[in-house]
């Protein structure tokens, strides 16, 4: 087992690595609202949604602070510098999940749900489905890096095929955007823009599983 593994066993009571868990369980939590969020503007709640934007932002905001402490507390840790250097890459793919989660509800919060199709509409909950998916698998990975490497990889695929899966939801939303007639053109524009975040978030995931990859496969 890798030095970076054996501490990750070692350690797990450390203030390290208990703010690296409660930045992923943040960041979990930043993905499902979103669901939540684009699920209740779908259906016209325009009070929860906004309350669930609310709760998203307030995630991301509280992921940030939350790396920004585990970065000062492996910086005068005891890992060696390249691994060390490993666990941070780690940390800010998480982040990014957040946030993009965060940049997706700012457009969603603007994007006037009640011109947008409903087969449009179908497209933007599949996505955000797919996401918590994701994320649900990448948090298993991670949780899994030390004590069981092999589930832990056998998880990070499950990421990648996860997130092909959203790349071809992506694909045909692109589709039905092009085929819509008499969508507004403001309306287009955010929902284009919408399905992007969206599906950037799916990539952090999988970009965050990658490093996890890293980590287990390289040392």
Do not use: Y
């Amino acid at each position: 087992m890798s030095e970076l593994l054996k501490w990750f066993e070692k350690r797990r009571e450390t203030k390290a690595m208990t703010m690296m868990q409660q930045h992923l369980a943040t960041t979990m939590s930043a993905v499902e609202d979103l669901e939540k969020a684009m699920k209740a503007s779908v259906s016209g709640n325009e009070e929860k949604t906004k309350a669930l934007i609310d709760r998203v932002i307030s995630a991301e905001k509280e992921a940030d602070r939350l790396r920004r402490i585990v970065m000062i507390e492996l910086a005068g840790g005891e890992l060696p510098p390249t691994d060390r250097e490993d666990l941070m890459h780690l940390m800010k793919r998480v982040d990014m999940v957040a946030d993009w989660c965060r940049e997706s509800t700012r457009i969603l919060n603007a994007t006037p749900m009640q011109d947008v199709p409903e087969t449009l509409k179908k497209a933007a909950v599949q996505m955000v489905e797919g996401v918590r998916e994701c994320a649900t698998a990448l948090r298993k990975s991670i949780n899994s890096m030390a004590e069981k490497p092999e589930e832990a990889l056998k998880a990070a695929d499950e990421v990648e095929r996860l997130e092909e899966k959203v790349d071809d939801i992506f694909e045909n939303s692109r589709r039905l955007l092009a085929k819509e007639e008499g969508l507004k053109v403001g309306v287009a524009i955010l929902m284009n823009e919408l399905f992007e975040a969206i599906e950037m978030a799916a990539d952090a995931c999988e970009d965050a599983c990658d490093q996890a990859r890293v980590i287990v496969v390289r040392r």
